[in-house]
């Protein structure tokens, strides 16, 4: 835990200082996220990034991840100003892997899993045929306890993972596969948001996903995508996908004991070529993303902005309320 749950007020790492802010490399040693740190109470995070915009782009991709603290953003509506910025880039949130809703025009409450588990880490709908260039954490209330939303760098990650998986992975992608029942996962409903077949048929054929339906409930899709990426504007090669996220050997020890087969679960990934990724090989990406991440607790008011192809993001659990809201471009 030592490098990644850092206190806050012991890494003031300054690199500028003015009038109206200070900003800091919360943890050193990895190098992100850049803090930007209001002292003028009369600027807001919209007038500030507006003013700043090439610097705000510039040191998104160089850190991957920029932490705004003190602007007081803890309602939707400030939420919603911010990233007003970003409008014209705006996504809706499809073919979903997690229970969310969505409380205005594309901000979301972050996720609805329950406050006892940990959610892995991943980057934003990485699977899907089209995913978000950025996401945006804003801390309305945060939780009593823990509730960190940790994030690694999925370039580091990269380089963590041993040399011969990351070899088959670029060689043939990854495979994903899901069963969409609502049992033991969603329902093809909430996943495609619509409740035609023809819908959810023509979004398929568009997308390149092969689909079956095992009966009016139950509908089985599989697809194939990169896993290694490179990033579209610094170029930098990163490790995006859900190959470990929607892994069998991610579930718990009682839904695999559960289940009488693969067939039944509700997602699972394979290598390219249709093999299976070994327990063994998701234990070595699981400690690559480990030595990626850092991990902070959350302020009220706190806005976190993501590169969603150069940073990946998680939960811990939590007690107590917590209202993490999101916004993805």
């Known amino acids: 835990m030592e490098n990644k749950l850092q206190n806050f007020e012991n890494t003031l790492e300054k690199d ?89 025009e594309n901000v979301y409450v972050s996720t609805t899993y329950p406050e006892d588990e940990s959610i892995n880490m991943h980057s934003e709908s990485s699977y899907a045929p089209s995913h978000p260039s950025k996401i945006i954490f804003c801390c309305v209330i945060p939780a009593a306890y823990r509730g960190e939303t940790p994030i690694a760098d999925n370039r580091l990650i990269l380089k963590n993972i041993r040399q011969d998986i990351l070899e088959k992975f670029k060689t043939t992608g990854v495979i994903y596969k899901r069963n969409l029942t609502g049992l033991l996962g969603m329902s093809w409903e909430e996943v495609f948001q619509t409740s035609d077949k023809n819908e959810v048929e023509e979004d398929c054929i568009k997308n390149g996903m092969d689909f079956k339906w095992i009966s009016d409930t139950h509908l089985e899709l599989s697809w194939k995508k990169k896993a290694i990426w490179e990033h579209p504007v610094t170029g930098e090669l990163v490790w995006f996908n859900h190959a470990m996220f929607f892994n069998k050997y991610s579930f718990s020890e009682d839904l695999l004991d559960f289940i009488s087969s693969d067939d039944e679960l509700p997602n699972n990934t394979y290598y390219g070529d249709g093999s299976e990724i070994s327990k063994e090989e998701i234990e070595n990406i699981k400690e690559a993303y480990q030595k990626a991440i850092v991990e902070f607790p959350w302020e009220k008011g706190d806005v976190l902005f993501l590169d969603n192809m150069l940073m990946s993001h998680g939960r811990n659990p939590y007690k107590g309320d917590r209202k993490i809201i999101v916004s993805i471009s």
């Open 16 to 104: 500028h200082s003015n009038g109206t802010t200070e900003t800091f490399i919360l943890n050193d040693k990895l190098g992100f996220p850049k803090v930007i740190k209001r002292k003028d109470e009369s600027i807001e995070l919209s007038e500030w990034i507006s003013e700043n915009r090439e610097q705000y782009d510039e040191d998104l991709r160089k850190y991957g991840a920029i932490l705004a603290r003190g602007f007081n953003i803890d309602s939707v509506e400030k939420f919603k100003e911010v990233t007003q910025g970003f409008q014209k880039e705006s996504l809706a949130y499809t073919l979903r892997s997690s229970p969310r809703y969505e409380i205005t």
